[in-house]
T-cell receptor
Framework: GEDVEQSLFLSVREGDSSVINCTYT??????LYWYKQEPGAGLQLLTY?????DMKQDQRLTVLLNKKDKHLSLRIADTQTGDSAIYFC???????????FGTGTKLQVIP | DAGVIQSPRHEVTEMGQEVTLRCKPI?????LFWYRQTMMRGLELLIY????????DSGMPEDRFSAKMPNASFSTLKIQPSEPRDSAVYFC?????????FGPGTRLTVT
């Protein structure tokens, strides 16, 4: 079945760039997502990319997709303390609405 | 739009009691999802609906769990009887073709 893997923890200093990585197994994945979850809150959709793209930029966020290696990354430029949260990678195959989520990466931003 | 609305936000109940969680999706979204999040198992998809019809309930853990969507603006997830191992945060989400939006969740504690 589908599997999405992420490292559990990342610590960066305020002002540095953060890179959160994710690998997935489903070669038919069509949409790949990044969600942010702050304590006590639901998952917030940050951005997503179609599998026919290799990069998407949205303000401080850059998503890179390497479809050959089934590798997705989220880069946060100029990381702020407000970026501290858990970040989930997720994938979905086209024509099917079920989204498979990774285990989440906890980002800690050190002032 | 107010986003996905869930109630109650917190529920504490005793083992054996019936629990009903409620969700109002974003207007115009055709899909509705129920998830459960725990530290041990992460985010699990329980069931999802398309146009009020259940499509995939393979994630529903046991017969004690049931979900309904009587109309496009309301869904319930019921647990009867509840058990301590049902303690978790339950999220409702609704989606367009590409984007899935989560509610704030209901934190359920079964004692």
């Amino acid at each position: 079945g589908e599997d999405v893997e992420q490292s559990l923890f990342l610590s960066v200093r305020e002002g540095d760039s953060s890179v959160i990585n994710c690998t997935y197994t489903d070669s038919s994945s069509t949409y790949l997502y990044w969600y942010k979850q702050e304590p006590g809150a639901g998952l917030q959709l940050l951005t997503y990319i179609f599998s026919n793209m290799d990069m998407k930029q949205d303000q401080r966020l850059t998503v890179l997709l390497n479809k050959k290696d089934k590798h997705l990354s989220l880069r946060i430029a100029d990381t702020q303390t407000g970026d501290s949260a858990i970040y989930f990678c997720a994938e979905r195959s086209g024509g099917y609405q079920k989204v498979t989520f990774g285990t989440g990466t906890k980002l800690q931003v050190i002032p | 739009d107010a986003g996905v609305i869930q109630s109650p936000r917190h529920e504490v109940t005793e083992m054996g009691q019936e629990v009903t969680l409620r969700c109002k999706p974003i207007s115009g979204h055709d899909y509705l999802f129920w998830y459960r999040q725990t530290m041990m198992r992460g985010l699990e998809l329980l069931i999802y609906f398309n146009n009020n019809v259940p499509i995939d309930d393979s994630g529903m853990p046991e017969d004690r769990f049931s979900a309904k969507m009587p109309n496009a603006s309301f869904s319930t997830l019921k647990i009867q009887p509840s058990e301590p191992r049902d303690s978790a945060v339950y999220f409702c989400a609704s989606s367009t073709q590409y984007e899935q939006y989560f509610g704030p969740g209901t934190r359920l504690t079964v004692t």
